[in-house]
């Protein structure tokens, strides 16, 4: 039962390099999201998806893009990595239905951009 | 658009003792649902302990408990008899029903447990 997977770990990226962080979950989740965490700002949400073919932004989206081709896949893209974009990134997923919004994470991704 | 403070950057208690983490919210919703996470050095996000707004009985997992103050808006942590393992960052957050939306995170407050 592996819940959610995030790879890499740790990237470091030069700027204006592109990457794809991937996530991954086994419990049929309808619901996943991404959230960036920097020091002394806590956990924001950058992209969400409430099923296969639909995501919307978050509350930081500028610079990342995401797609939801599958229940259990949910990429997240830095085009043109910048400075600004060095954090911890987390994927979350839940079930969807009222009231649940417990989210399981991910282990999270270091990535430093040069 | 909500927001959560935790307005105490970092507490510290001696091992066994209780301490208290303060979380307040702004919302001008009926229908939310409040949590506490726990953030170790390993970086996992934990779930440690939710509340739905509709109830009013504070829930409790085990050492650790919520005051629930609707009306102030505020989502209190208790934690008894505290233990070296409970060392770790604590986030509280809020979310609508349904989930949809996502969480809001406060900023965090860092526990540090005195042996």
């Known amino acids: 039962n592996a819940g959610v997977t995030q790879t890499p770990k740790f990237q470091v990226l030069k700027t204006g390099q592109s990457m794809t962080l991937q996530c991954a979950q086994d419990m049929n989740h309808e619901y996943m999201s991404w959230y960036r965490q920097d020091p002394g700002m806590g956990l924001r949400l950058i992209h969400y998806s409430v099923g296969a073919g639909i995501t919307d932004q978050g509350e930081v989206p500028n610079g990342y893009n995401v797609s939801r081709s599958t229940t259990e896949d949910f990429p997240l893209r830095l085009l043109s990595a910048a400075p600004s974009q060095t954090s911890v990134y987390f994927c979350?997923?839940?079930?969807?239905?009222?009231?649940?919004?417990?989210?399981?994470f991910g282990a999270g991704s270091r990535l430093t951009v040069l | 658009a909500q927001t959560v403070t935790q307005s105490q950057p970092e507490m510290s208690v001696q091992e066994a003792e209780t301490v208290t983490l303060s979380c307040t919210y702004d919302t001008s919703e009926s229908d939310y649902y409040l949590f506490w996470y726990k953030q170790p050095p390993s970086r996992q996000m934990i779930l440690v302990i939710r509340?739905?707004?509709?109830?009013?009985q504070n829930a409790t997992e085990n050492r650790f408990s919520v005051n629930f103050q609707k009306a102030a808006k505020s989502f209190s942590l208790k934690i008894s008899d505290s233990q070296l393992g409970d060392a770790a960052m604590y986030f509280c957050?809020?979310?609508?029903?349904?989930?949809?939306?996502?969480?809001?995170f406060g900023k965090g407050t860092h526990l540090i447990i005195q042996p």
């Open positions: 979350a997923s839940s079930p969807l239905i009222s009231g649940a919004n417990v989210l399981t």
């Open positions: 957050a809020y979310g609508t029903g349904g989930g949809a939306d996502g969480l809001t």
């Open positions: 509340q739905e707004a509709y109830k009013q």
